[in-house]
């Protein structure tokens, strides 16, 4: 019943019964994931149809020509690209009615209180305790570099919950109130001078056992669904050439013949070359999945980026020379969006900075390409069979 | 958008190479062929010409060819990268081919897609497709001089050397003296030509067919690059996992592992970037900057691969009769033939208006 023309079908009476010219914004996104249109691979009442996933490019193609407004996906990313999956794959049936709607239209932003200042790379070796006390579970710690804290409704948050077993054993997974008076949120200032993240203190935070996903202490397989989806998201674009870093220092080098110099010449034809070449094998990717032949290439294709980004931007300060020496604006900002490629060669070159940080770190990656792509034994693990709370830390 | 996968016949062509060269290209064999007077493998080259067909790849059929393209001449160059098989395929199947293609040197290009004949193009190794090269003096309707650094020219039949009255003249070896130069690259020996008032058959101009026949050949080089670095990876690797130290195997080391997931990140970016060069030579189209961008990335790559494989087989790489060295040698080599990654990145700039200061 969910072919292409049934598709189209559905989508017309939706835009028949909710003309977007005279219909509320919100109230066409919700009366969309009624109709099962929002994410058609979604089971239906859940905003789906239990279609293949690859037909939404059937509804939202039938949406845009009719000038339909959208959910804004970049503003509510954590929400559809990591919550969603995991409340669908792991909440009970009153959950997934509680929250899946809301989340999709935008209504509620979520967040994600997984990293602290004690628990990075080794995530597993978190600290934030959480104590059940009757039908509540209370909740004392400190999260860190959390974006959208400060607007965000709801957030999926892992805290140890039996310090007593090894750590990946004692973890368990909740949906956590934002607004509940225990949650404090402190933008964390970065050193491109704005903010994208938050601190996040919790204060005996009560959160009721209904806002548990998955069993105590299955925390850890609950997180990988949500950590599995974050990485799906990196590396999927189709770059023209001289797309992302490489371009705009191109731009500069055509346009400011007395900025050249011999040596800032050689350096960038080198990295010029590594970007097309890095292009090409995200192409080549792309047609490997395309083909149905996906190949281990997108776990580098992080690597390449990160690194990349941080050399082009480099050079690009350096090539401004006495411009170089200046810096567009350190006042304290809170972007609701991030931009790599966006503001001036100073700000490009600090914020690629975390390129090689967030979403695992370059050092992590090699480990994980050395060890899934290569086959190279593992890193000696001394913390598997030793209880959380005999750690070192 | 260049289509940059391995359709199922070059999959197909490239196990049916990879098995002929497991039979009759191991490396022993090659090394001991290197100190041989005889360091080409012939038997091999008549097995991967007149039994497969391969010099004809890029032949039309109407001239006894396979009327194939660049991408599946790549695919062999791969796997004769991978064995670093000494024979004259990218010499005279895409080199010397090409020129005779740019000529309309119909007769000529018969006889070498047969395999029977193979042509050497008479220019030096190390130049650049937009690079000058040396002529020899036509006088009197003879060729007299010198040319060094002619790669494959001990087992050439046919010699195509350009004049200095702007031809490209196809001159029976027999004519030539060809003395062997001692060669870094033990398994693609270099030769002097000398003409000594040899006889020569006008093909055509000089210019064009020297400048299609060294493009073609850097590009192509790109998939023989990428071949010999995938084997030294591919070999390091293996090796690691095996080789115990401190009683654990030594690619269990973090300082190893980083160091080769970077190779590996590099080897990948290789094959995109040669598959797009063979992509684009076969289409036609953006082939200059295709050529360049694989030449100046793959060359260095290969060089890379090669010298973490002796550096990580520590003592046993640093020996004759590991065959690590072949590979050093090759990468090393290769990374001058037809141009360094330099001279590419020169050229690049031109193509992509990144001028110099």
Redesign the interface.
């Known amino acids: 019943m969910t072919d292409t023309e049934e598709l189209r079908r559905r989508t017309r009476e939706l835009l028949a019964a909710h003309p977007p010219a005279s219909t509320d914004r919100l109230d066409f996104l919700r009366a969309r994931f009624d109709a099962g249109l929002a994410w058609v691979h979604y089971p239906e009442g859940l905003g789906g149809l239990g279609a293949p996933r690859s037909l939404q490019a059937v509804v939202d193609a039938e949406l845009e020509a009719a000038g339909a407004p959208d959910n804004d996906p970049r503003r509510i990313g954590i929400g559809l690209g990591m919550a969603a999956p995991t409340i669908l794959q792991y909440g009970t049936d009153e959950q997934k009615r509680r929250y899946l709607r809301p989340l999709w239209t935008g209504e509620e932003v979520w967040c994600q209180l997984f990293s602290e200042p004690g628990a990075g790379s080794d995530l597993a070796a978190l600290g934030t305790r959480a104590v059940r006390e009757g039908e509540d579970w209370v909740v004392n710690g400190q999260k860190v570099w959390t974006s959208s804290a400060h607007v965000a409704r709801w957030a999926i948050l892992i805290a140890r919950t039996d310090p007593e077993v090894p750590k990946h054993r004692g973890i368990t997974y909740f949906v956590c109130d934002m607004t509940d008076p225990g949650v404090e949120v402190r933008p964390l200032r970065q050193i491109t001078g704005e903010a994208e993240f938050n601190e996040v203190f919790l204060t005996d935070v009560r959160i009721p056992d209904t806002r548990r996903l998955g069993a105590v202490g299955e925390g850890w397989k609950v997180a990988q669904t949500t950590l599995n989806n974050e990485r799906v998201a990196i590396g999927g674009m189709r770059l023209p050439r001289e797309g992302g870093m490489i371009g705009p220092i ?1 731009k500069t ?2 346009e400011r ?1 007395e900025l ?3 040596d800032l ?2 350096r ?3 990295l ?3 970007s ?3 292009r ?2 995200a ?2 990717l792309r ?2 999945l395309v ?1 149905g ?1 996906p190949g281990p ?1 997108g776990a ?1 294709m992080k ?2 980026f990160a690194r990349l980004n941080q050399e082009i931007s480099g050079l690009e300060v350096e090539l401004l020379g006495e411009e170089g020496l200046l810096y567009d604006d350190w006042t304290m900002r809170r972007p609701e969006l991030v931009d790599f490629t966006g503001r001036d060669a100073g700000y490009r070159y600090l914020r690629s900075k975390g390129n090689s940080i967030e979403g695992g770190t370059s ?1 992590v990656l ?2 994980i ?3 899934r ?8 693990r001394t913390d598997k069979d030793v209880a959380w709370k005999d750690l070192a830390r | 958008m260049s289509d940059l996968l391995y359709s199922e016949e070059e999959d197909a062509l490239r196990a049916a190479v990879r098995d002929l060269l497991t039979d009759h290209c191991d490396a022993p064999g090659v090394i001991a062929r290197t100190e041989s007077d005889t360091p080409h493998h012939l038997a091999l080259w008549k097995a991967l010409t007149g039994g497969m067909g391969l010099a004809g790849l890029l032949v039309p059929e109407e001239l006894d060819g396979q009327g194939a393209t660049h991408r599946e001449a790549a695919v062999v160059l791969e796997e004769l990268g991978r064995a670093v098989a000494p024979v004259p395929y990218l010499t005279s199947a895409v080199v010397a081919t090409e020129a005779l293609l740019a000529c309309g040197a119909d007769d000529l290009l018969r006889a070498l897609a047969a395999g029977t004949t193979i042509g050497a193009l008479a220019v030096s190794l190390n130049v650049a497709p937009n690079a000058a090269y040396k002529a020899v003096r036509h006088e009197d309707g003879l060729l007299h001089g010198e040319l060094t650094g002619i790669a494959d020219a001990a087992v050439a039949d046919v010699l195509l050397v350009p004049a200095d009255d702007g031809g490209l003249y196809a001159v029976d070896a027999g004519a030539a003296t060809v003395t062997p130069q001692t060669s870094l690259d033990l398994t693609r020996p270099l030769a002097t030509v000398t003409l000594d008032g040899a006889e020569g058959l006008l093909l055509g101009d000089a210019e064009p067919a020297v400048r299609r026949a060294l493009r073609a050949g850097a590009g192509l080089l790109a998939s023989e690059q990428f071949g010999v670095a995938e084997w030294t990876l591919t070999e390091t690797v293996r090796y690691l996992k095996e080789r115990k130290q401190f009683n654990r195997p030594v690619g269990g080391f973090q300082a190893l592992k980083h160091r080769l997931a970077q190779l590996w990140l590099e080897v990948v970016n290789a094959r995109a970037a040669a598959r797009n060069a063979a992509d684009a030579l076969a289409r036609g189209e953006d082939v200059d900057v295709a050529v360049t961008v694989a030449q100046a990335y793959a060359a260095p790559v290969a060089v890379h691969a090669a010298e973490e494989a002796v550096q990580l087989h520590a003592g046993i790489g640093m020996t004759w009769e590991h065959p690590a060295h072949l590979y050093l040698k090759r990468a090393k080599a290769d990374s001058i033939a037809y141009g360094t990654p330099g001279a590419h990145r020169e050229a690049l700039a031109a193509l992509v208006d990144l001028q110099a200061p």
């Open positions: 191109s080098w055509r013949p050249r110099t011999h010449h050689q960038l034809l080198k010029w070359v590594e097309e070449v890095s090409l094998t192409e080549r047609q490997q083909a032949q290439e580098g690597l390449a050092e090699l480990n390409v050395a060890e792509v290569l086959g190279l034994p593992a890193e000696p």
